[in-house]
């Protein structure tokens, strides 16, 4: 069992900086692939970025690529999200979720989920 806490979010301006941690609790970590996925109101659950250790590979979607990194830090068992040049469109609720060794981007496929925290992008 994995144990998922976030951390992080909140109320920024447009083109302002926020980053998000995930902490993981319960197993070792290292073979986890995790991924932050977000929902708006009224929209699905959309990928955002996805990390795996091994193989050493991130994926991101088109609509963040070059303003998100996603990283992790094996020692502290924790996966970051560091968000920059935010959009009004970035809007939503942020979730981080674990998959042991799947390299997937579809929500369904994950097994363990954070509880959520809110970005919201003021214009």
């Known amino acids: 069992q994995v144990q998922l806490v976030q951390s992080g979010g909140g109320l920024v301006q447009v083109g302002g900086s926020l980053r998000l941690s995930c902490a993981a609790s319960g197993r070792t970590f290292t073979s986890y692939v995790v991924a932050w996925f977000r929902q708006a109101p009224g929209k699905e659950r959309e990928f955002v970025a996805r990390?795996?250790?091994?193989?050493?590979?991130?994926v991101y979607a088109d609509s963040v690529k070059g303003r998100f990194t996603i990283s992790r830090d094996n020692a502290k068992n924790t996966v970051y999200l560091q968000m920059n040049s935010l959009k009004p469109e970035d809007t939503a609720n942020y979730y981080c979720?674990?998959?042991?060794?799947?390299?997937?981007?579809?929500?369904?496929?994950?097994?363990?989920w954070g509880q959520g925290t809110q970005v919201t992008v003021s214009s």
């Open positions: 990390i795996s250790l091994i193989p050493s590979n991130t």
């Open positions: 979720a674990a998959v042991r060794t799947r390299f997937t981007i579809l929500p369904d496929d994950y097994d363990y």
